[in-house]
């Protein structure tokens, strides 16, 4: 249903479900990392009314699962840009993976896909620095 890719990395196509609602990819060594693109893979839609939270975890330095809120994926907005270079260092956000006890390396982070509601999306406020700039980087 969903894909992960990160520049000069293999795409990843099968996440892991950690709930019948939330799946997860791993990304190692992802303090090299500046910008992860998730999207759908066009096999299967999000069902009416539904759409999908996208999370960035990087443990902290007590070695903490810290979640972070990057925007969301739906069938309408398939694919989505962002930078998680400037998150590694910011504070956690309300997520719905709290109770989960997903292991933490110190050089993984994860990327989060949450199946919820398209009003409970509407109602979510991504972290600021997550948005990719729409300027081109000659500008920037």
């Given at each position: 249903?969903?894909?992960c890719l990160v520049a000069g990395r293999l795409?990843?196509?099968?996440?892991?479900?950690?709930?019948?609602?939330?799946?997860?990819?791993?990304?190692?060594d992802y303090e090299n990392i500046n910008h992860v693109v998730v999207f759908m893979?066009?096999?299967?839609?999000?069902?009416?009314?539904m759409g999908g939270s996208v999370y960035f975890c990087y443990p902290d330095q007590s070695g903490m699962a810290v979640?972070?809120?990057?925007?969301?994926?739906?069938?309408e907005k398939p694919s989505a840009i962002f930078k998680i270079s400037g998150l590694?260092?910011?504070?956690g956000s309300?997520?719905?993976?709290?109770?989960?006890?997903?292991?933490?390396?110190?050089?993984v982070a994860q990327i989060g896909i949450s199946v919820e509601l398209l009003e409970t999306l509407a109602q979510q406020t991504p972290v600021a620095s997550a948005a990719?700039?729409?300027v081109d980087s000659f500008t920037e």
């Open positions: 249903m969903f894909g795409v990843q196509a099968a996440p892991q479900q950690v709930a019948e609602d939330k799946f997860v990819f791993d990304l190692p893979l066009g096999t299967i839609p999000f069902p009416e009314g979640w972070q809120l990057l925007g969301f994926v739906t069938n590694k260092s910011g504070k309300q997520h719905p993976f709290g109770a989960m006890n997903l292991p933490q390396t110190p050089t990719v700039s729409s």
